[in-house]
Structures are given as structure tokens and as C-alpha cells.
């Protein structure tokens, strides 16, 4: 998986976001969650593409850990991506979602 996957993962998940989030329905494992955050929705859109899981989970990881140093609760603490969970909410989250459109850009320009 190379950098425009990624940017294909930020892009469907902007899209859905903008689309107002929709909720997959049935046992589908590869829809985007409203209650999670980026990690674990590239996990699930990772799962569209098989063996591409691992470089799409790294490939994320490089970009937090660019960005903010570390890659775990960068956009709130413990207790907001809890709060976020159970008020399925964490798509709402709009530093998470401006962090995603400036990725987008850079990807774009340099690819």
C-alpha cells in the first residue's frame, strides 16, 4: 500500500463524514464507525483490501507520530475518545476532521 492509499482512506473518510456519516447496516465489518476514531476506521477500510492492513495501519501511525509525536488519544484524552465512543460522536470531532482535509493536501500535492 503506498501513500494514495492512505490518501484513498482519507479521502472515503472525509466523503463519509460529509455525506453526514451514514451507519453501514448488517455484519459488515469494513463500513466506517461513527463511535471510532482513524485508527480503528483504517482498520476497517484496510479490511476492502486484503494484505493491505498492515501498511495502511504503519502508513497511519507515521503520520500521527509525524505530527503529534506520539499516536495514541492525539485528538483529546482518554475520557473525550470515551465520552466520543458512546455518544457515537467521534466523526463530529472537528480537529480530527481538519487534521484529515490538511493530510488530504499534502498527499495530493505530493503525489
Known amino acids: 500500500m503506498s501513500e494514495s492509499t492512505l490518501l484513498d ?3 472515503a473518510y472525509l466523503e463519509w ?3 453526514g456519516a451514514p451507519e453501514e447496516s448488517g ?3 469494513t463500513g466506517f464507525s461513527r463511535a471510532s476514531g482513524l485508527c480503528y476506521n483504517a482498520l476497517r477500510f484496510a479490511a476492502r483490501y486484503p494484505g493491505s492492513r498492515s ?3 504503519t502508513d497511519l501511525t507515521l503520520e500521527l507520530l509525524a505530527d503529534f509525536g506520539q499516536q495514541d488519544f492525539v485528538f483529546g ?3 473525550d475518545y470515551r ?3 458512546v455518544s457515537n460522536s467521534a466523526h463530529l470531532h472537528r480537529p480530527r476532521i481538519e ?3 490538511k493530510k488530504i493536501v499534502g498527499l495530493q500535492n505530493n503525489g
Open 99 to 101: 487534521w484529515v482535509k
Open 77 to 79: 484524552s482518554p475520557q
Open 17 to 19: 463524514v460529509d455525506a
Open 83 to 85: 465520552e466520543m465512543r
Open 55 to 57: 501498511r495502511l495501519t
Open 27 to 29: 455484519s459488515d465489518e
Open 9 to 11: 482512506f482519507f479521502v
